[in-house]
């Protein structure tokens, strides 16, 4: 999940003290709308850290239309393991024969030969891996006949969804040795490695996704798209469940929490495909800004209702978050 990050430190300022007149009495109310702790928000608010995006989304949302434009050109983004990339790069200019060396040992150990048919029929859980692919997932091919598939996600919030759901789905595409999947945590951020020619085929042949960066062009399959309604919501599900938030808004005005949830892409494809879809079933609210890409909202409790009903969520993160 991307970090958020004013251009500014009066823009900052600005952003967390007109939320603060508006919205709460006290800054450990505003930390407890977005079930951070106060001395989380006094970071957030200082510029010491960065803002998790989805944090972020909830506090603009508090916001008139007016100053929700008016911020959201005063922000940029940075990758949730921007930290870590920097410092492999530091690490790669002072000695890139020893990780070089490192990364071959790596792939050539966890290379694993397996059994997977590239016609194999669509299920919703073949659709619901796809769209969790398509939300936190992007695959590509190295030297010597490597082929490597990637999630990324929470260390915590995340590892749950993988192991019970994401990971046996996968395993049960394989006729024979499906792969063994490598997790590799760093603070609060976790990717995992799948190496597979097989799956990477499907991904890339059958379903046409494309290699390495995808966020500005990723879709559901047309296969998708075209099949019955259990494949596309499986799919949606996925996707929700990677990319997408849900949250209770807590204010005043209402009298019991509110639930919204969310969700944003710089993908024009896969949101128009989803603003083409899911006014069959929801009212939704969308909203397209030209730096940050496309925003999708769905909310109240009827509709929630309705979404539990069609789609639902499989990560315990959203779940764990849904009235008892």
């Known amino acids: 999940m991307e970090r958020v990050y004013f251009l500014e430190n009066n823009y900052r300022e600005e952003f967390?003290?007109?939320?603060?007149?508006?919205?709460?009495?006290?800054?450990?109310?505003?930390?407890?709308?977005?079930?951070?702790?106060?001395?989380?928000?006094?970071?957030?608010?200082?510029?010491?850290?960065?803002i998790p995006n989805n944090k972020f989304l909830i506090l603009l949302s508090l916001l008139d239309k007016k100053n929700k434009n008016y911020f959201e050109k005063l922000i940029s983004y940075k990758p949730d393991n921007w930290g870590a990339i920097k410092g492999g790069k530091i690490r790669y200019k002072q000695d890139p024969k020893?990780?070089?060396k490192i990364r071959g040992i790596a792939l050539r150990n966890?290379?694993?030969?397996?059994?997977?048919?590239?016609?194999?029929?669509?299920?919703?859980?073949?659709?619901?891996?796809?769209?969790?692919?398509?939300?936190?997932?992007?695959?590509?091919?190295?030297?010597?006949?490597?082929?490597?598939?990637?999630?990324?996600?929470h260390s915590k919030l995340d590892i749950d969804y993988y192991n019970s759901k994401i990971i046996p789905i996968i395993q049960n595409l394989y006729y024979k040795n499906s792969p063994k999947p490598r997790f590799i945590k760093k603070g609060n951020s976790m990717w995992i490695h799948i190496y597979s020619k097989s799956l990477f085929e499907l991904l890339m042949k059958r379903f046409e996704f494309p290699k390495g960066k995808k966020c500005y062009s990723v879709e559901i399959?047309?296969?998708?798209?075209?099949?019955?309604?259990?494949?596309?919501?499986?799919?949606?599900?996925?996707?929700?469940?990677?990319?997408?938030?849900i949250y209770f808004d807590n204010r005043k005005a209402y009298k019991r929490p509110y639930p919204r949830i969310t969700f944003q892409t710089t993908s024009k494809k896969l949101y128009l495909q989803l603003k083409e879809y899911l006014?069959?079933?929801?009212?939704?609210?969308?909203?397209?800004?030209?730096?940050?890409?496309?925003?999708?909202?769905?909310?109240?409790?009827?509709?929630?209702?309705?979404?539990?009903?069609?789609?639902?969520?499989s990560n315990s993160k959203h779940l764990n978050k849904l009235p008892k």
């Open 279 to 313: 006014p069959k079933h929801f009212k939704i609210y969308t909203r397209e800004t030209l730096k940050r890409g496309f925003y999708i909202e769905i909310y109240g409790h009827s509709q929630l209702k309705k979404w539990m009903s069609l789609i639902g969520f």
């Open 110 to 153: 966890i290379k694993i030969k397996n059994s997977l048919k590239l016609n194999l029929p669509l299920s919703e859980g073949l659709c619901e891996f796809l769209g969790t692919f398509i939300g936190d997932g992007f695959f590509n091919s190295y030297r010597k006949g490597n082929y490597l598939i990637v999630f990324t996600g």
């Open 98 to 100: 020893h990780l070089d």
């Open 221 to 245: 399959p047309k296969e998708i798209i075209n099949s019955e309604d259990s494949f596309i919501r499986a799919t949606i599900r996925g996707i929700f469940d990677t990319d997408g938030c």
């Open 16 to 50: 967390f003290s007109k939320l603060r007149a508006n919205n709460f009495k006290n800054w450990s109310d505003m930390a407890s709308h977005i079930r951070t702790s106060r001395s989380m928000l006094d970071d957030y608010r200082s510029g010491k850290l960065t």
